[in-house]
């Protein structure tokens, strides 16, 4: 198991920023971010490596989103700027031995904070 705790959700207008954070009892190799708007799938959103060396993001955030790690502290970041109200959604941390850009490829997930953007 690995537990975390997503954080730094909350109601923010278009074009606003926010920064989540996702502490964790341990990092993996892979963690990313992913998101579930209300009657919608869960989708991808940002995955990082161990060592930041490999970022990768979802099309519809590239640009807007960045996703750091600091495996000292055992924490995610996602640095959220230029909001949209289509980023409205619970956002997600996982955890993966291997990485991925699934649902299914993330064994460990954390309980979500909602964000909300309003126009």
């Known amino acids: 198991q690995v537990p975390m705790v997503e954080s730094g959700g909350g109601l923010v207008q278009a074009g606003g920023s926010l920064r989540l954070s996702c502490a964790a009892s341990r990092l993996t190799y892979a963690m990313a971010w992913f998101r579930q708007a209300p009657g919608k799938e869960r989708e991808f959103v940002a995955q990082i490596s161990w060592s930041s060396t490999n970022v990768y993001y979802a099309d519809s955030v590239k640009g807007r989103f960045t996703f750091s790690r600091d495996n000292a502290k055992r924490t995610l970041y996602l640095q959220m700027t230029s909001l949209k109200p289509e980023d409205t959604a619970v956002y997600y941390c996982?955890?993966?031995?291997?990485?991925?850009?699934?649902?299914?490829?993330?064994?460990?997930w954390g309980q979500g904070t909602q964000v909300t953007v309003s126009s």
């Open positions: 996982a955890a993966s031995d291997s990485g991925g850009f699934y649902s299914k490829d993330y064994p460990y």
